[in-house]
């Protein structure tokens, strides 16, 4: 469950983020070197955070996506929110301070087995309307999250019984899709 925070009751950062539009304009943001060489507090993740999604009512998440067994902290805006998920700023948190590992789009998101490099994946689920929705796998590289396989699916109500329905259900209902369950829904795109 997301949990909501109000940021006028945290610590004050060291830093002070400008508001900007690129984040939505372009998904590319210049990230500061606090970010990038792991030294950023808390009270940063936040007022960065809301420099970029223009909300100081913002919702946090904790998902091990490593399985390293602590959270990476997910950042969102629920005024953002729509019926096909949610722009997400993703961190990981270090003994120094806050890593930003990149963004993510998603209605639902699972964590997967690693790639053959050991690098971290999710698979994220968005509901695209019409009863399809997309089903994508991404991995984490040291520039941010990337799309190695997509898939788009018959889902919701209309496709219960069929068969795109019983894939996003293997993917999501279950326990962590195995190697078969992957191959099966993405084919060579693995």
């Known amino acids: 469950m ?10 004050y950062p060291r830093h002070s983020y400008s508001s ?6 372009s998904g590319k943001v210049p990230v500061p070197s606090e970010f990038r060489r792991g030294t950023a507090s808390r009270s940063e993740v936040d007022s960065w955070s809301s420099s970029l999604l223009a909300e100081d009512s ?19 805006s629920p005024a953002y929110r729509g019926t ?9 948190e270090g003994r120094r301070g806050f890593t930003y590992l990149g963004r993510l789009f998603y209605g639902s998101l699972r964590p997967i087995a690693a790639d053959d490099h050991g690098r971290a994946r999710v698979i994220t ?3 695209m309307g019409s009863a399809e929705c997309m089903i994508t796998i991404r991995v ?4 941010g999250f990337h799309s190695t396989a997509t ?7 209309s496709a219960a019984d069929g068969e795109g329905g019983r894939l996003a ?21 693995l």
Not at 20 to 25: H, K, S, V
Not at 151 to 157: A, E, K, S, V, Y
């Open 84 to 92: 096909g998920g949610n722009d997400y700023l993703v961190f990981r």
């Open 125 to 127: 689920y968005s509901w």
């Open 58 to 76: 913002l919702e946090f998440d904790r998902v091990d996506i490593n399985g390293d067994r602590v959270g990476e902290l997910f950042v969102s």
């Open 2 to 11: 997301l949990t909501a925070l109000a940021l006028n009751g945290c610590s």
């Open 151 to 157: 898939r788009i699916l018959p889902c919701g109500d």
């Open 140 to 143: 984490l590289r040291p520039d």
């Open 169 to 189: 259900k293997l993917l999501f209902d279950s326990a962590v899709p195995s190697p078969e369950v992957l191959q099966m829904v993405f084919g060579s795109e």
């Open 20 to 25: 900007t539009d690129e984040f939505f304009a």
